[in-house]
């Protein structure tokens, strides 16, 4: 039976497909994944803003087909706008549909801390200036961001990045950097989430991806135990 015990909302800037497969490789027995799409062309501003400015809607949405929480995935829009923004945000939506609600980039800073990380690295997909918000994001949030690399990729194109291509980016960027106490690597299309268990094996350090903290932080909010392991050290705590 599809969605019995409980419903996340999935609010998300480009088509919703390795998310949803990536949701049920560790989601429990009867929790459902809901998800809508303001879609974005291309990493620009202005796309952004246009994507942004309909996310109300979208949740409003979600809460009206009974959802038990709302996560806001992407990850350049938010950061485009600032910490304050991101606060202002989350309240808003939750005051709009009564839900706890939540960002990527709000999920990764609860669940860095939780892991006990401060110092860490940060790996994107992300254009250089969209790269340089997460990175002074995450440092006004508090931690200290030792090492950054990114991929460069176009949008629509980052469904077709391979694998082993980013294994290989994410362990030569881990080895090349300092000692860190954790890696954040945000963005569901590049198949960071598959990939969290063998990064973790082989470079010794706690990796949260976009999608693993976005999981992580609506299965913790709603009580959700159970969590199929296999998936990192972050989504394995709940697994009992």
């Known amino acids: 039976m ?3 015990r ?6 998300g800037p480009g088509a919703i497909s390795t998310a949803v497969y990536d949701f049920y490789l560790v989601a429990p027995e009867g929790v459902g994944l809901f998800c809508v799409t303001n879609p974005i062309e291309d990493w620009r501003d202005q796309e952004y803003e246009r994507s942004l400015a309909r996310v109300e809607q979208a949740a409003q949405y979600l809460a009206s087909v009974h959802v038990d929480f709302i996560v806001h995935v992407g990850v350049p829009l938010v950061v485009s706008q600032g910490p304050e923004f991101m606060r202002r945000f989350l309240s808003q939506i939750e005051a709009q549909t009564g839900l706890p609600a939540s960002t990527t980039v709000n999920s990764a800073a609860a669940a860095l801390r939780s892991l006990g990380a401060q110092k860490i690295t940060v790996l994107t997909p992300f254009p250089a200036e969209t ?3 997460v990175v002074s994001f995450l440092t ?10 990114r991929m460069e990729a176009r949008f629509k194109d980052l469904y077709l990045t391979g694998e082993r291509e980013v294994y290989d980016f994410m362990t030569r960027a881990v080895r090349r950097g300092p000692k860190v106490d954790a890696v954040f690597a945000p963005c569901p299309q590049w198949r960071a989430f ?9 470079t010794g350090l706690p990796f949260v991806s976009g999608d693993g903290c976005d999981f992580w932080y609506a299965f913790k909010t709603l009580g959700i135990r159970g969590v199929k392991p296999g998936y990192g050290m972050l989504l394995d705590g709940l697994s009992a």
Not at 194 to 202: A, N, R, S
Request: charged fraction near 30%; glycine fraction near 6%; hydrophobic fraction near 50%.
């Open 2 to 4: 599809f969605a019995w």
């Open 6 to 11: 409980k419903r996340i909302g999935y609010i």
């Open 131 to 133: 790269h340089e918000r």
């Open 140 to 149: 006004a949030e508090g931690f200290t961001v030792a090492a950054e690399a």
């Open 194 to 202: 598959e990939l969290t268990p063998f990064l973790e094996l082989d």
